[in-house]
């Protein structure tokens, strides 16, 4: 990966750790995002499935739940990263899409609970942090 310095005086980008276990456990053994969120908690992208699962199947609050989850377990590992709490967060490096995942998640299900303060909040939030996660997961 190529780290290019920022000419315009913001923070660099924030690139997560990759959890290859977590990702093996995910596809090769089809293992499910709550006995991957069980083993690896801090793996965000196992909380944006069950989020986005929940969220499917009619069950809003505990979508809301488990993206609340995977959303703090990423700013620790966003703040372990570097992250001094705004700056770029590409959409491109895999290991940060839990983590923008979990932020939609939030910020969808929010909205239908009506947290209006929160909804606008975490939308704002992953526009700052990525314009192509926002593009890709507000819809």
């Not at 620790?76 to 570097?82: I, N, Q, S, T, V």
Request: one cysteine or more.
């Amino acid at each position: 990966m190529t780290t290019h310095k920022n000419l315009l005086g913001g923070p660099d980008p924030t690139y997560l750790p990759e959890n290859e276990e977590a990702y093996r456990l995910l596809g090769e053994e089809s293992r499910s995002p709550a006995e991957v969120a069980a083993k690896y908690p801090t793996f965000s992208l196992a909380w944006a499935m069950l989020a986005d699962d929940a969220f499917e199947a009619g069950r809003v609050v505990e979508s809301y739940a488990y993206a609340r989850t995977g959303y703090h377990r990423g700013l620790d590992a966003l703040r372990r990263a570097g992250w001094k709490g705004h700056g770029p967060i590409p959409w491109d490096h895999r290991a940060n899409r839990g983590f923008l995942r979990c932020l939609a998640a939030l910020a969808r299900a929010a909205g239908v609970i009506d947290e209006k303060d929160e909804t606008e909040r975490c939308w704002q939030f992953l526009k700052d942090s990525s314009a192509e996660a926002y593009t890709e997961l507000k819809r």
